[in-house]
């Protein structure tokens, strides 16, 4: 059993930064990707960025350049890096662990609102 806990969501203006963080608790966290998914009101839930256990990364062609994925597993925490952020960017972000045999884990979500 994998919990997520995410912080670090917000009001930010356009073009400014804000870093999303997970703490992950649970077996085996280390040996699984990691990564972030967002949801804007009314649209599917979306992948942004993901880590694998060996730290390969990929990102939405839309965040490309301007959101960076960190993993530490250590601490089996994984942050979202993200910078010039537009209001397209509005949304709830959710943490997101990938087992092995593909069984998702989703942290409760925290709001990101991009606005002047």
């Known amino acids: 059993q994998v919990q997520l806990v995410e912080s670090g969501g917000g009001l930010v203006q356009p073009g400014g930064s804000l870093r999303l963080s997970c703490a992950a608790s649970g077996s085996g966290v280390s040996n699984f990707a990691m990564g972030w998914y967002r949801q804007a009101p009314g649209k599917r839930r979306e992948l942004v960025a993901r880590v694998s256990s060996g730290g390969s990364r990929s990102y939405a062609d839309s965040v490309k350049g301007r959101f960076t994925i960190f993993r530490d597993n250590t601490n089996n925490t994984v942050l979202l890096q993200m910078s010039s952020l537009k209001p397209e960017d509005t949304a709830v972000y959710y943490c997101?662990?990938?087992?092995?045999?593909?069984?998702?884990?989703w942290g409760q979500g925290t709001q990101v609102t991009v606005s002047s």
């Open positions: 997101n662990v990938r087992t092995n045999w593909l069984y998702d884990y």
